[in-house]
């Protein structure tokens, strides 16, 4: 499977499966890590309202900061 880097400027993003994530702060914003094997999953609906389900891999971070989230994953 191939993961490609995305960043995706968003108007709402959602974490599926919360339980899966962990959440901290850093300098460049809020870093979410997937805790799960096989996926954990994101919603990231972006401001033409259209939304896309991405899967992210175990012990990647998401970095949310302002109105862009940096991730590496795939499209669902």
């Keep these: 499977m191939v ?3 995305q960043v995706v400027k968003f108007q709402t993003i959602s974490f599926v499966q919360g339980t899966h994530w ?3 702060v850093g300098d460049k914003g809020i870093l ?3 805790l ?3 996926f954990s999953k994101l919603i990231v609906q972006s401001s ?3 939304k896309k389900l991405y899967h992210v ?3 990647r971070t998401v970095v949310v ?3 862009t989230v940096h991730f590496l994953g795939e499209i669902a």
């Design 3 to 5: 993961y490609s880097y």
């Design 22 to 24: 962990s959440q901290s």
């Design 32 to 34: 979410y890590k997937s």
């Design 36 to 38: 799960k094997d096989p």
């Design 48 to 50: 033409n309202g259209s």
């Design 57 to 59: 891999p175990k012990d």
């Design 65 to 67: 900061t302002n109105d």
